[in-house]
């Protein structure tokens, strides 16, 4: 890590840093337990557009993902939703994911997720423009009748690159918090952590695309999971 500091941007190191140092001292007595660690892929595909009505948009994601260094599909997510704008800066959305789980050694299985979540884009400090998601879920999964009640924060930076105009640093932390026990295998507390750090590359004012590294920790009940995601992102405006 401090090789791949020592090559970045003189100014892009101190927020960077930041960034790494909060989600690892967090999570730093977690990490001391056993954990099972996996190489993994997962294409991230997001598309936007303007509804009718004054303020209003559509949204609809769709997120495959492998396990196993790449080599079995272990997730499909199809995320549609709808948000309004209060602001230029802030948003108020509405969404429902399908999620389709292929576990290895078991059975596929689905999860449905109603959420809502507030997103706001910070003014820029010192070029680097700052975001917030805070979003809550209620999840469902199937044969079972307790619900769960998850929330995520995530904050995101990112920073215009010296070496091309269409190139920008990237960074963003997500917490996963669960608020209750369920029985089919939700705990209340901490529930994961996501770390990405790579670049966005804008193609147009209607697509850009992020890629990258993303480090996800997974607490379970027994075996704490660690998994080294190369993650890209490919996102269309309407």
């Given at each position: 890590m401090k090789s791949l500091l020592n090559r970045l941007p003189f100014n892009f190191k101190p927020w960077l840093q930041t960034a790494v140092a909060l989600p690892l001292c967090m999570l730093g007595n977690l990490a001391m337990a056993d954990v099972e660690e996996d190489g993994r892929y997962w294409l991230?595909?997001?598309?936007?557009?303007?509804?009718?009505?004054?303020?209003?948009y559509w949204s609809m994601d769709t997120h495959p993902r492998w396990r196993d260094e790449g080599k079995h599909f272990d997730t499909l997510i199809l995320r549609p939703a709808i948000f309004y704008k209060v602001t230029p800066k802030a948003s108020l959305w509405l969404g429902y994911d399908t999620v389709i789980n292929h576990p290895a050694g078991a059975s596929s299985y689905k999860e449905n997720r109603l959420w809502q979540q507030f997103l706001?884009?910070?003014?820029?400090?010192?070029?680097?423009?700052?975001?917030?998601r805070s979003?809550?879920?209620n999840r469902d999964r199937e044969d079972f009748s307790e619900h769960?009640?998850?929330?995520?924060?995530?904050v995101r930076a990112s920073m215009p690159s010296t070496l091309n105009p269409h190139l920008s640093w990237v960074v963003y932390d997500e917490l996963f918090?669960?608020?209750n026990d369920t029985n089919w295998g939700v705990r209340k507390g901490f529930d994961q952590n996501r770390l990405f750090l790579g670049v966005n590359w804008k193609f147009s004012d209607f697509s850009n695309a992020d890629i990258g590294y993303l480090n996800q920790y997974i607490n379970t009940k027994t075996v704490d999971r660690e998994n080294h995601v190369l993650m890209t992102a490919i996102r269309f405006n309407f």
């Amino acid at each position: 890590m401090k090789s791949l500091l020592n090559r970045l941007p003189f100014n892009f190191k101190p927020w960077l840093q930041t960034a790494v140092a909060l989600p690892l001292c967090m999570l730093g007595n977690l990490a001391m337990a056993d954990v099972e660690e996996d190489g993994r892929y997962w294409l991230n595909i997001y598309a936007q557009g303007k509804l009718p009505l004054e303020n209003l948009y559509w949204s609809m994601d769709t997120h495959p993902r492998w396990r196993d260094e790449g080599k079995h599909f272990d997730t499909l997510i199809l995320r549609p939703a709808i948000f309004y704008k209060v602001t230029p800066k802030a948003s108020l959305w509405l969404g429902y994911d399908t999620v389709i789980n292929h576990p290895a050694g078991a059975s596929s299985y689905k999860e449905n997720r109603l959420w809502q979540q507030f997103l706001y884009q910070f003014d820029p400090v010192a070029s680097v423009s700052w975001s917030s998601r805070s979003r809550l879920e209620n999840r469902d999964r199937e044969d079972f009748s307790e619900h769960a009640y998850r929330w995520r924060q995530m904050v995101r930076a990112s920073m215009p690159s010296t070496l091309n105009p269409h190139l920008s640093w990237v960074v963003y932390d997500e917490l996963f918090i669960n608020f209750n026990d369920t029985n089919w295998g939700v705990r209340k507390g901490f529930d994961q952590n996501r770390l990405f750090l790579g670049v966005n590359w804008k193609f147009s004012d209607f697509s850009n695309a992020d890629i990258g590294y993303l480090n996800q920790y997974i607490n379970t009940k027994t075996v704490d999971r660690e998994n080294h995601v190369l993650m890209t992102a490919i996102r269309f405006n309407f």
